[in-house]
């Protein structure tokens, strides 16, 4: 099982910013992609923003704009930097990892809280 370890959630005022972090616990070269989801209450979780280990960036259409998804260096990390939050934007965030054999993982998720 690989184990994914997110930071970087907290409390955000409107057009505020904040950079998610996700690490995992899996070679690089077992990965196909590494994702952003969110969860709001009352709603689905739904993408926010995915990335392929060749490169390749889908984001929401809520996202485009104004979050922006990457890999670290080491490629088992995965960034997702936030800027121009709303309030709308509250959810807790979920890392996903989609791996060749292993299929998806999930994180323990962070909350992210934009208000005033």
């Known amino acids: 099982q690989v184990q994914l370890v997110e930071s970087g959630g907290g409390l955000v005022q409107p057009g505020g910013s904040l950079r998610l972090s996700c690490a995992a616990s899996?070679?690089?070269?077992?990965?196909?992609?590494m994702g952003w989801y969110r969860q709001a209450p009352g709603k689905e979780r739904e993408l926010v923003a995915r990335?392929?280990?060749?490169?390749?960036?889908t984001y929401a259409e809520s996202a485009k704009g104004r979050f922006t998804i990457s890999r670290g260096n080491a490629s088992n990390t995965a960034y997702l930097q936030m800027n121009s939050l709303k309030p709308e934007d509250t959810a807790v965030y979920y890392c996903?990892?989609?791996?060749?054999?292993?299929?998806?993982?999930w994180g323990q998720g962070t909350q992210v809280t934009v208000s005033s």
């Open positions: 996903n990892v989609l791996q060749y054999e292993l299929g998806s993982s």
């Open positions: 990335i392929t280990s060749g490169g390749s960036a």
């Open positions: 899996a070679s690089i070269f077992s990965i196909y992609a």
